[in-house]
């Protein structure tokens, strides 16, 4: 009798198990809003519950689907999960470096979040930023001053607009602080005359939640992406920018793991995400130590070439820094 409810649960266990993987990956392409509950987990995680799940079927009944719904998680989170495509690129660079022009124009960025609105001013000298977007809670005036004269001298130029501060090197023309977006704006102009459009972005968290039987759950993290994404298009104003001296550049604090459909209106503007193009080794950023999260990104326009993203440790923040370097591309090597 054991034998024949062992055969029957063989098939019918993977076949559950695969059922859950099924209506899990058709989420993850689709990425509905009233299904952000689920893709807001990174499918690595929901890949480790299949594959437990097979182990266990294997275990108790034996049968060879299990190990065949198995692959295809392990198949399908390959795929799916982002970490496993930067750490491949840092080693397959590592063999066939890329090349750089002798005279190419090389542009640094750096973007983190501090919880505790502690600033390491020699950590952050250390990242060599030409460009720093910082998320603070009430940052201080005199303080970004102060980092700003320690970065770049008389060279620096800063701008503090709600949660965000943005110091770069150069001149800013236009600063414009949009509190309904928690974003700030600034044109910058560097002394060679390149002109960059600046948002630092600093978005309510939408990050997975544990209580996924609660409805509450479900509409609360629904009516934030929505209202992220609305944010994310506001911020970007009307029209793209397509002339081929003057670049964009959002970053910040998005607090909403990459993929999501927040980052549509980006995208839709012909933008880039500077780690999922270039980044190198772990680029998640949160949560302290141990980050499994990636909140924090930089987004660039397709005149700004990514050469290599990687994140940095900081004092102060539970958050990991994000360092972009990237290539200037004018107007005669764009075309």
């Known amino acids: 009798m054991w034998h024949r409810i062992q055969k029957f649960l063989s098939a019918f266990v993977p076949a559950v198990i695969l059922l859950l993987y099924c209506g899990i990956l058709v989420c993850f392409l689709n990425r509905w809003d009233s299904m952000v509950a689920v893709t807001l987990i990174p499918f690595w995680a929901w890949a480790a519950v299949g594959v437990l799940l097979c182990l266990l079927s294997w275990i108790f009944f034996r049968g060879p689907s299990s190990i065949v719904v ?22 397959s660079e590592a063999i066939d470096p890329k090349t750089v022009p002798e005279n190419a124009e090389l542009l640094r960025i750096a973007s983190f979040q501090s919880t505790t609105g502690e600033l390491d001013f020699q950590r952050i000298s250390d990242l060599k930023p030409d460009i720093l977007l910082l998320q603070l809670s009430d940052p201080k005036e005199e303080t970004i001053r102060e980092l700003a004269d320690h970065l770049f001298g008389m060279d620096g130029a800063y701008f503090t607009g709600g949660d965000n501060a943005i110091i770069a090197r150069g001149e800013f023309l236009n600063i414009l602080e949009d509190p309904e ?74 607090n909403t793991p990459p993929g999501d459909d927040i980052f549509r209106p980006l995208e839709t503007n012909r933008m880039q995400d500077s780690f999922h193009v270039s980044g190198h080794g772990w680029g998640n950023t949160f949560k302290g130590e141990y980050p499994l999260l990636r909140l924090d990104q930089i987004w660039i326009s397709e005149n700004l070439i990514p050469l290599e993203t990687e994140t940095a440790s900081l004092p102060g923040s539970i958050h990991r820094a994000v360092v972009a370097e990237v290539m200037i591309a004018r107007e005669e090597e764009s075309r």
């Open 70 to 91: 198995l692959c295809l998680w392990l198949a399908t989170s390959l795929f799916f999960s982002e970490e496993t495509h930067t750490l491949f690129r840092e080693l």
């Open 181 to 254: 977006n928690n974003c700030a704006h600034a044109r910058l102009r560097r002394k060679d005359g390149f002109l960059i459009d600046i948002t630092g972005i600093s978005l309510p968290a939408s990050i997975p939640s544990p209580y996924l039987w609660k409805k509450s759950t479900w509409d609360t993290l629904t009516e934030l992406r929505k209202t992220n994404r609305q944010r994310v298009r506001g911020c970007l104003g009307e029209n793209p920018i397509t002339r081929p001296n003057t670049a964009r550049l959002v970053a910040g604090g998005f």
